[in-house]
């Protein structure tokens, strides 16, 4: 069955820098696009970025432009989400996501069929 796991989670100071990874296994990586999702305690689960099969789309929200960088590995079936210069408001659990839409990076939850089980991230002051 398909099956993403996500790690690289942790506690880092405002400032810091964390790199996520999500390995997924029992799908054609390749044919699906992936993305980075966030929820932090009493919110809905909001887009942060994405990334088309190519790398060719590649879509951030506003509020991590900058900062933060997703890349993948169609060779290694894993999708990285590097993240800089982090900010207590980026502390939420995060979830990989694939989509069946290889070209197209959808921004919504919905358009996501796959999702891993999260890795916490914890940015102190």
């Known amino acids: 069955q398909v099956q993403l796991a996500e790690s690289g989670g942790g506690l880092v100071q405002a400032g810091g820098s964390l790199r996520l990874s999500c390995a997924a296994s029992g799908l054609t990586f390749e044919r699906y696009t992936m993305g980075w999702f966030r929820q932090a305690p009493g919110k809905e689960r909001e887009f942060v970025s994405g990334i088309s099969w190519n790398g060719d789309s590649i879509y951030y929200t506003d509020s991590v432009k900058g900062r933060f960088t997703i890349s993948r590995d169609n060779a290694k079936n894993t999708v990285y989400l590097q993240m800089n210069s982090l900010k207590p408001e980026d502390t939420a659990v995060y979830y990989c996501?694939?989509?069946?839409?290889?070209?197209?990076?959808?921004?919504?939850?919905?358009?996501?069929?796959?999702w891993g089980q999260g890795t916490q991230v914890t940015v102190s002051t």
């Open positions: 996501a694939a989509s069946s839409s290889p070209r197209r990076v959808g921004v919504t939850r919905y358009e996501y069929f796959y």
